[in-house]
């Protein structure tokens, strides 16, 4: 029961606790909380935002995987934004620029979206196996580094072709789609998220039925006792941050393939940062994350609607920000409290704790 | 005091491997790089590289990465990792604008650093009162600081400036020009003799519009360095990133002393904001202006091993790095990959004086590398030389990561207890 409460409660309380933060946000700006939260629920229904809110659940589902591979043995990956944008740029081009029948098309984008997230997670990997170097700052040294790698690659006189105002890479054939499931006028679903729910029933199956997912656990929860039960410190570094890595090559996908058919100037930032928050949210869990993509996705897509009523949608980041910051002081908060309780349960099993209490 | 009766009875006389004084190895350094630019500029006919111009754009780029560096050194010296620099830079730069556009420069400023030192209690009181770990509140910190800043901006901004991602104008300082010096050196630098002209140039950047902002921040490095390393409150905030549960021992107030050095970090990234507002080709807030800035203030300080000068000395890399690039374009960076191919020429014969053979052969093995990228080349993209910083820090950690030596209880969490 005290088990169950502990990883309930955390996030119940954040987002309480958020949700009262934005409404006092908004009467002070002198709009009505509870007019704006009507506006974003009743939202959901209208046009296609619940498709798109299903859409982009996938999608930061699949971030949030990546990162929580990291998170399991305590690496934080938080080269995600980077090595997802490098992935599609790649896979974009490399999609373009071949023809090859259908289905086998698409799974060469993939198998190379995947491969180049890989890659790219490979140096700082490398660097930490081999020279002892801070994951973290490696990570983001690279997240600038695939701004100004991207950047280049859709130049016009590298990859590049200008089309109206936008410059971008030449578009897959259609042999390289991947078709969805179309509701008319609500929208059309991504078949990409077959993929993801694929990927997070392969997630749980590989973290609690195999021999690495074990070896990845025991490393996160004690690295020394680890080692010393066998487990190869560096090999599983390497091996989790490549995995991590080609998973995030894969966040560009779903969009790439079943809508924008190209990589522009227009591709959606930051879904790296927002799967760090969801991993967080979700602690690593498949369930738990599936649990905040969805939350992310309805904040943003339902958020569109706050400008209908005069309040500015941003307020939209401000509500997931402070959802990241309080769910993580919540289950620290919850975490001692727990500790202390158990310490004095045992005390009073002993029969020592005395007047101390 | 507390340190003297430590020593005495078990630290035995460590050998002092270091023979000249920090000061010096500094002036020799700088010493070394203006002859290096001076002796590319003149063999590849760049004079750009040296020209006051560059220097004095160098001076403004380098401004809010020193200021986020500073801000860096300042909390990780008290062991707390801040990667949410950048957020709390985000919300300096609102501030600055909003206090700006209504009550001018100085205003701005103060602002700005009220600003990033709330960014920096938030993180404090997230990692050291509640423990949580610092890069997650790091990256919370920079989702916030966006997310907050964006909707102060539609909300105060879009009225006036008519656009949610920008303010309206901001007044700037009185820049300040020493105009008999600046005119001589004018006409050394034109006088085009090796070295001299050099020098000229490079002096009369720094002396030609400066803002009373410049002139505080260059002074906030020695003053950082007099605070950390010379008073009794520096040493116990060090003490404290060193080995909290020993400073604790001794009497010092771990969770106080985490708490100043985490929320002058913010006000020091809040200020580096102002800074980039302020910035006279700028002078107003633009949503995404940071560019990542907090991260490169960051790296400026590993490449300094979390020490002021060191620090100083990559912020003026990267800013002069940036600022050669958006005055004269890539094809005078090129220059700077001939001038790296002759420093490392320096380096080869060095530590084969030394007899250091394997070093010496993999300088050679880059220098040769180098240079075929210099001859086959016509200019290096923009693209890559805005990320120049980034490579370069991940070069000196690949190199240099056993040398650096970050403060040893750096981003753990303490518990009082």
Redesign the interface.
Known sequence: MGNLRGKLLPPALAIVFSMLLCGV?LVI?GANPLRAFGVMVTQVGKGSTLVDIINSTGIYYIAALAVAIGFQMNL?N?GVEGQYRVAAVVAAVVGGSIALPPGIHTLVIIIVGALAGAAWAA?PAI?KVT???NE???T??????A???S??LI?RDVFGELRGNNIRTPEIPESGWMPGISFGGSGTMFGFLFVAIALGVGYWIMMNRTRFGFELRASGESSTAASAGGVNAKKMVLVSMLLSGAIAGLIGLPEMLGRDHTFSLNFTAGIG?SG??IA?LGRNHPGGIAFGALLWAFLDKSGLALDNVGV?R?????????I??SV??AY??VR?VELAAEQRRVGRELGTVGGAA | MITTMEEKPHVPAAPRRRKVPGWAVGLLGVAGAIVLLSVTSYQTGFLQLTSSGTTQTAVRLALPILLAGLGGLWSERAGV?N?GLEGMMIMGTWGAAWAGYQWGPWAAVVAAVVFGALGGL?HAI?TVS????H???G??????????T??LS??IFQPLSHN?RQSPPVQPFDTYSAAGLADWLGDLEQGKRLIISDVAGILRGLVTGVSPLTMLTILLVPLSYYLLWRTRFGLRLRSVGENPHAADSLGVKVYFHKYVAVIVSGGLAGLGGAALVLNPGQLSYLEGQTG?RG??G??AM?FGNWRPGGLLGGAALFGYADGLQLRSGGETVLALVYGVVLLLGVIVVWQLIRQRWFSAAAAIIVAVLLYLLYISLDEI?G??V??A???V??AV??VA??RLRMPAADGLVYRRG
């Not at chain 1, 983001?140 to 580094?145: H, P």
């Not at chain 2, 509640?130 to 770990?133: A, D, E, M, T, W």
Request: positive net charge; hydrophobic residues 60%.
């Open positions: 946000a700006s934080f938080i140096i660097l020279r002892g170097v973290v700052i490696s983001i040294m690279m997240n600038g580094l701004i100004g790698f950047a280049y130049r940062f760090i928050a967080l500015p941003e307020i939209v980041t401000i509500m997931q920000g402070s990241v910051l993580v002081v620290e908060v001692r | 990792v990667i938030l997230a509640f423990g949580v770990n890069i997650v509140s990256v919370a910190i920079n989702l916030l600081g966006a997310g907050v964006k909707y539609t909300l949610p990542g991260f490169i960051l790296a590993i993209p693209e890559f805005a990320y910083p980034h490579m820090t991940l950690l690949a990561s056993q």
